[in-house]
């Protein structure tokens, strides 16, 4: 099978800058494909930078996984979703910036036997 990843994004009727990111990855290690999107925390300034760099962190921890133990995915997770937040906290450090820095985040990952879905925030990934 030839899976087909789109992304489309609406910065709706509120806002003027879209602060959605999303991310698509494979690890040839073991299979496992990461689908993710961001979407940065409208009000709270700089929510395109966080949800980019929260996206592309959780993604580049993922391919550097040698493996996925089923047994310890919610660990696996917990690491991948802190090191986006490291790094979020990182691009708020280096371009000095003071004000209120966030994003939400949801990952679906899809490996050979198993389907696995995390999010922090509002964003909610959904089963049909």
Known sequence: MNPLFVTCT????????NEDFAGHARNEAFGGEIFCVGDGMGGHGYGE???????KALIEGFQG???W??????KTLGDLFT????AVSAAKQKNSIT???????AALIV???????????D????CL
């Open 49 to 55: 930078l966080a949800s980019q760099t929260a996206v």
């Open 99 to 105: 004000s209120t820095m966030g994003t939400t985040l």
């Open 123 to 126: 964003s909610r990934i959904y």
């Open 65 to 67: 996984l040698e493996r």
């Open 111 to 121: 490996l050979p036997d198993a389907v696995i879905c995390a999010n922090i925030g």
């Open 69 to 74: 133990d089923i047994q310890n995915s919610d």
């Open 10 to 17: 609406d910065t709706g009727g509120v806002r003027q800058q």
């Open 83 to 86: 090191q986006a937040q490291e």
